[in-house]
């Protein structure tokens, strides 16, 4: 069973920025989707960002579009996720996924991390 490690997660002010870090151990990092979740405090678990095996195809929750940008580094197995202007409603533990579709990752991912705790500050 595949299991991403999320790196990253931390406190920030609002307005401020974090990058969050997933690193996958799989023989070829280019053949897999990866994605980004998150659970606020008596939340459900949401979709937050996919990126497909071709670094352009890329998703966003409407909530983050504009502010968050996924990438993806092959060379390390190592997908980003950049987080700008973030409020203190994105506070919430971050969850990486890895899964050999995008429609499996957007839809109903098997394989998660630990997940990292990013807390904004007002």
């Known amino acids: 069973q595949l299991q991403p490690v999320e790196s990253g997660g931390g406190l920030v002010q609002a307005g401020g920025s974090l990058r969050l870090s997933c690193a996958a151990s799989?023989?070829?990092?280019?053949?897999?989707?990866m994605g980004w979740f998150r659970q606020a405090p008596g939340k459900e678990r949401e979709f937050v960002a996919a990126i497909g095996w071709a670094p352009i195809n890329t998703y966003y929750a409407d909530s983050v579009k504009g502010r968050f940008t996924i990438s993806r580094d092959n060379a390390k197995n190592t997908v980003y996720l950049q987080m700008n202007s973030l409020k203190p409603e994105d506070t919430a533990v971050y969850y990486c996924?890895?899964?050999?579709?995008?429609?499996?990752?957007?839809?109903?991912?098997?394989?998660w991390g630990q997940g990292t705790q990013v807390t904004v500050s007002s």
């Open positions: 996924v890895v899964e050999t579709s995008l429609l499996i990752v957007r839809r109903a991912p098997q394989n």
């Open positions: 799989v023989r070829t990092f280019s053949d897999y989707a």
